[in-house]
T-cell receptor
Framework: DTAVSQTPKYLVTQMGNDKSIKCEQNLGHDTMYWYKQDSKKFLKIMFSYNNKELIINETVPNRFSPKSPDKAHLNLHINSLELGDSAVYFC???????????????FGPGTRLLVL | AQSVSQHNHHVILSEAASLELGCNYSYGGTVNLFWYVQYPGQHLQLLLKYFSGDPLVKGIKGFEAEFIKSKFSFNLRKPSVQWSDTAEYFCAVKSGGSYIPTFGRGTSLIVHP
């Protein structure tokens, strides 16, 4: 029944490790996103994929690499984790990327990443 | 680039008090406007949205927002808050040609029982 799901919900790891966060949506949407929410609750867009194609890549270190095996999945792989990567990462999806009326983003539950 | 301002970063109210959270944006063209709520430890959920038509929009849980184009504002209101309304509230604005919305930095609302 879950619309946008993410795994894991919590991730605690050491600096320098490589980790992945998975996202799946069962809404039949074309577009998926990754957002980072920092400790001050500020929500920043990282990536957007439309039909498995990278559309938006904001100023994000190369250590972050999104992968979309199909329209329903957008995974985030992070290499060489740093302390500053600690945050909540939200996946979201929307019907289209067109930006037209009716476009609403649906968010996943978030992955709380803590880098020690 | 468009920007979204939520002037109240922290709001503390008693139950049954009335609520108004401010949201102002900088873009002058056609906009789509959203309010999201994030309950403690949970994901963002859509409260309400405005695309066109009646500038007074009613959302879930008794919330409403009014789009005032001349003031570039989309303030969120609720006549009587409950303890369960304690959450972070995010305003988001998408301009006509933009792919993604810009989020404000959020307002933390605490309602005392």
């Amino acid at each position: 029944d879950t619309a946008v799901s993410q795994t894991p919900k919590y991730l605690v790891t050491q600096m320098g490790n490589d980790k992945s966060i998975k996202c799946e949506q069962n809404l039949g949407h074309d577009t998926m996103y990754w957002y980072k929410q920092d400790s001050k609750k500020f929500l920043k867009i990282m990536f957007s994929y439309n039909n498995k194609e990278l559309i938006i890549n904001e100023t994000v270190p190369n250590r972050f690499s999104p992968k979309s095996p199909d329209k329903a999945h957008l995974n985030l792989h992070i290499n060489s984790l740093e302390l500053g990567d600690s945050a909540v990462y939200f996946c979201a999806s929307s019907h289209h990327l067109s930006g037209g009326p009716g476009e609403t983003q649906y968010f996943g539950p978030g992955t709380r990443l803590l880098v020690l | 680039a468009q920007s979204v301002s939520q002037h109240n970063h922290h709001v503390i109210l008693s139950e049954a008090a009335s609520l108004e959270l401010g949201c102002n944006y900088s873009y002058g063209g056609t906009v789509n406007l959203f309010w999201y709520v994030q309950y403690p430890g949970q994901h963002l959920q859509l409260l309400l949205k405005y695309f066109s038509g009646d500038p007074l929009v009613k959302g879930i849980k008794g919330f409403e927002a009014e789009f005032i184009k001349s003031k570039f504002s989309f303030n969120l209101r609720k006549p009587s808050v409950q303890w369960s309304d304690t959450a972070e509230y995010f305003c988001a604005v998408k301009s006509g040609g933009s792919y993604i919305p810009t989020f404000g930095r959020g307002t933390s609302l605490i309602v005392h029982p």
